[in-house]
């Protein structure tokens, strides 16, 4: 990964046209007034104060950085505040019985939405976290649960309260590079390109440097905001860390993030089962001891509908695809190539093959794995869940191998070797 590149983008994204667009947008609805004078960074004034900002100003700010940075020289009504943020809270604990599950089993002295009223908010961030509670209010809603998972996970870790604050914290602001980069990157229909994923990757450090201006959070706060996405088996971003060069805020953040993406998704049945086999498949890379505090999220909640001829046949073209895979793997293997990423792909699929294993799926034998006519409902989708997820879990590679091919000797013998496995592999998985 090119940490140089990662910065100039993350720099990049702090002048995104995206944000402005949000904030000009927002002025449409409701007033958004300049407290101070703003100035392009080459000291030409753009708007005095009391100016207000809206769609019409959009195209006079977009070519310009801003001093001061939008964040510090606006105001709005309604600005989100500490009761504000304990009200959006209650209501979303109001509709998942989990969360309203997790509240009660915390003492009086650490409620959930206790916690959220020792959260510093810093007038800038407040008027951020505004933004994206108007414009993005999916998004809120993610930073929101993330946060009260978060605190649950630290609790059950047996965090005291003043580390709870700054995990929650981190955990409520760990997003907020997202409203930096093109919102069509985040719908799900969209197939990102190369050059689209490298903004993604980028949003960690995006929202580290906004943080970092701010003397109310901590260290450590400013840490899990970077490290969020970093995995112990080092396949995360931006950085690459690995095992305890993770802190314990960045990986409790993480798999809460995991717990937050499996709920409010109206579109996909069996959610606490979906959950429940993705843990178990990455219980590796995220760590066992923070898993186990999931099992709330992980109950049986709803009838599994009946085995479906069309659901045995797609399960068992994704296993004939996953055999073929690890196959052309083992090929790479034994033909002795070495180099950086011969050594990646057969470090990144030997930690797979385990965890698949581990799941109880058999990536070398078709035979042994789910072929039977005869099969309850909750095997087969427990099945087909693990399935999407080990394919999910190849592409996760290809796209690693990509996001590393800069920083690469391209003189290694090896090359050809792996963008013929590569290629051979995206084939597999298209089939």
């Known amino acids: 990964m090119n940490k140089l590149a990662d910065m100039a983008i993350a720099d990049n994204q702090l002048h995104s046209p995206h944000y402005l667009k949000s904030v000009t947008g927002m002025g449409d609805v409701r007033p958004v007034i300049t407290s101070c004078d703003i100035y392009s960074s080459k000291g030409v004034k753009l708007l005095g104060a009391g100016a207000n900002v809206n769609s019409d100003v959009y195209e006079h700010l977009l070519h310009h950085k801003l001093s001061p940075n939008l964040d510090q020289s606006l105001m709005t009504e309604d600005v989100l505040t500490y009761q504000g943020l304990v009200d959006e809270a209650t209501q979303l604990i109001a509709l998942d019985k989990r969360l309203a599950m997790i509240g009660g089993t915390m003492p009086d002295e650490l409620a959930l939405t206790d916690i959220l009223r020792t959260v510093p908010l810093n007038p800038a961030v407040s008027f951020k976290l505004t933004v994206m509670r108007n414009k993005h209010p999916s998004l809120f809603r993610h930073s929101l649960y993330v946060a009260i998972v978060s605190a649950y996970i630290g609790f059950q ?17 760990h997003d ?6 093109d919102p069509a990157l ?4 969209h197939q990102m390109s190369t050059a689209e994923r490298h903004h993604l990757y980028a949003h960690p450090l995006t929202a580290w440097m906004i943080i970092r201006e701010f003397k109310e959070y901590a260290d450590n706060v400013l840490e899990a905001i970077l490290q969020h996405h970093e995995r112990l088996d080092g396949s995360g971003y931006p950085q690459g860390l690995s095992g305890q060069d993770i802190g314990q805020f960045g990986q409790m953040i993480a798999i809460a993030e995991i717990v937050a993406s499996r709920y409010g998704k109206d579109d996909e049945p069996y959610d606490w089962l979906r959950l429940e086999t993705i843990l178990k498949l990455n219980s590796r890379r995220f ?13 049986e909640e709803a009838e599994i509908p009946p085995v479906t001829e069309q659901t045995k046949q797609l399960i068992r ?15 790479l293997r034994e033909e002795g190539q070495h180099g950086g990423l011969s050594d990646f792909i057969n470090n990144r699929m030997r930690n797979l093959k385990t965890e698949a294993l581990d799941a109880g799926l058999n990536p070398y034998s078709v035979e042994k794995n789910f072929l ?50 590569i290629s051979d592999t995206e084939t597999l998985l298209q089939h």
């Not at 870790?157 to 602001?173: E, M, Y």
């Not at 985040?186 to 229909?189: G, I, N």
């Not at 073209?317 to 090929?331: G, N």
């Open 157 to 173: 870790s047996g965090l005291n309260k003043h580390r709870l604050t700054q995990l929650t914290t981190a955990a409520l602001l």
């Open 287 to 299: 760590g066992r001891d923070l898993v186990a505090h999931l099992k709330v999220f992980c109950e």
């Open 186 to 189: 985040l719908d799900r229909a």
């Open 372 to 421: 039977g006519m005869d099969v309850s409902p909750r095997a087969c989708a427990e099945a087909s869940i693990l399935l999407d997820e080990t394919i999910w879990q190849i592409h996760e590679i290809l796209h690693e191998i990509r996001r590393r091919w800069p920083d690469i000797d391209h003189r290694q013998n090896d090359l050809q070797t792996v963008c013929e496995w």
């Open 176 to 181: 907020i590079g997202i409203l930096h980069i």
């Open 317 to 331: 073209q994704h296993l004939y695809s996953i055999s073929a895979v690890f196959a052309a793997w083992e090929s």
